[in-house]
Nanobody, 125 residues
Framework: QVQLVESGGGLVQAGGSLRLSCAAS????????MAWFRQAPGKEREFVAD????????YRLDSVKGRFTISRDNAKNMMYLQMNSLKPEDTAVYYC??????????????????WGQGTQVTVSS
């Protein structure tokens, strides 16, 4: 059983930056792919980015490419999401999750078995 705890969310003005962190404990962290999802009010949870054990990554949303960067520190059981040039449409609850798989590119939330409680990101215009 892996426990995931997100932190770093908050209120920021458009154009600002935030760095989200995800701390993992209680299980195997480094082997499996990890991802960030987000869910805005009234919308489905959507994949943002993922990272595998060696630091490879994918970003599905064109809207975040070039602005968001996912990273992980396997030695510390930590994952991060650096978010720059934030926009009001980035407002959502952000979740970290551990995949059932080793590889990247699992975009469906059902491919993930462990989830954090989420951290709210609000971007004001």
């Amino acid at each position: 059983q892996v426990q995931l705890v997100e932190s770093g969310g908050g209120l920021v003005q458009a154009g600002g930056s935030l760095r989200l962190s995800c701390a993992a404990s209680g299980g195997t962290f480094s082997t499996y792919a990890m991802a960030w999802f987000r869910q805005a009010p009234g919308k489905e949870r959507e994949f943002v980015a993922d990272s595998n054990w060696s630091g490879g990554s994918t970003y599905r949303l064109d809207s975040v490419k070039g602005r968001f960067t996912i990273s992980r520190d396997n030695a510390k059981n930590m994952m991060y999401l650096q978010m720059n040039s934030l926009k009001p449409e980035d407002t959502a609850v952000y979740y970290c999750a551990q995949s059932r798989y080793l590889g990247l590119g699992k975009y469906d939330w059902t491919d993930y078995r462990y989830w954090g409680q989420g951290t709210q990101v609000t971007v004001s215009s």
